[in-house]
């Protein structure tokens, strides 16, 4: 099993920025790609960005430029780097695990809300 716990997540200005990180523990040698996903009310889920064991990255549109993930494998853990935010990006993030196998893990969850 893989656990993740994220952190990092609050109140923003539009504009603002925010960093978010998750750790992860357990069968760690498993896990191929992580990064984060999110969900809005009465949205589904939606990929923010990925990045796997060869450092690549894979971005949605809507935070190409904006949004920056980053992973260290040393320490496990993966972050996700906020810029310009909108009121658009609230949402409860969720930090992602996936092996080689493709079995996902999800974290708790972690707030974001860009509001005046």
């Known amino acids: 099993q893989v656990q993740l716990v994220e952190s990092g997540g609050g109140l923003v200005q539009p504009g603002g920025s925010l960093r978010l990180s998750c750790a992860a523990s357990g069968s760690i040698s498993s896990i191929y790609t992580m990064g984060w996903y999110r969900q809005a009310p009465e949205k589904q889920r939606e990929l923010v960005a990925t990045?796997?064991?060869?450092?690549?990255?894979n971005y949605a549109d809507s935070v190409q430029g904006r949004f920056t993930v980053s992973r260290d494998n040393a320490k496990n853990t993966v972050s996700l780097q906020m810029n310009s935010l909108k009121p658009e990006d609230t949402a409860l993030y969720y930090c992602?695990?996936?092996?080689?196998?493709?079995?996902?893990?999800w974290g708790q969850g972690t707030q974001v809300t860009v509001s005046t």
């Open positions: 990045v796997n064991n060869g450092g690549i990255t």
């Open positions: 992602n695990a996936k092996t080689r196998w493709g079995m996902n893990s």
